[in-house]
């Protein structure tokens, strides 16, 4: 399974992004999928995740209502759209899956994930 990250850049205080992770090797109704970020001398930490089925989406407190996380099952592909962007959201956001039995579980945990993209440098300005 191979998992890659696109679409970090540089954006403005209050702009947007929107980040792509491209998985191939386990398809998007076997797997559920997580964003993660690491922020400058910290731990890589939960931002967002759907569950294998899509019905089942879950969000870390200090992104809802600013990040929307959805999938593209044709092209194998999980997006996270990111809107009003703040510079403490600068960080390299990595994607993961996990294959499942679960059709509706998404976990935050990041030790569950077996497979990691690598990561996406998004860097917001003031």
């Known amino acids: 399974v191979q998992l890659q990250a696109s679409g970090g850049g540089l954006a403005q205080a209050g702009g947007s992004l929107r980040l792509s992770c491209a998985i191939s090797?386990?398809?998007?109704?076997?797997?559920?999928v997580g964003w993660f970020r690491q922020l400058p001398g910290k731990e890589r930490e939960f931002v967002a995740g759907i569950s294998r089925s899509g019905s089942s989406i879950r969000y870390v407190e200090f992104v809802k209502g600013r990040f929307t996380i959805s999938r593209d099952n044709a092209k194998n592909l999980v997006l996270l759209q990111m809107n009003s962007l703040t510079p403490e959201d600068t960080a390299v956001y990595s994607c993961?899956?996990?294959?499942?039995?679960?059709?509706?579980?998404?976990?935050?945990?990041?030790?569950?994930?077996?497979?990691w993209g690598q990561g996406t440098l998004v860097t917001v300005s003031s």
């Open positions: 090797g386990c398809s998007l109704s076997s797997c559920a």
């Open positions: 993961a899956a996990r294959r499942t039995f679960s059709s509706l579980e998404v976990t935050p945990s990041r030790e569950r994930y077996s497979y």
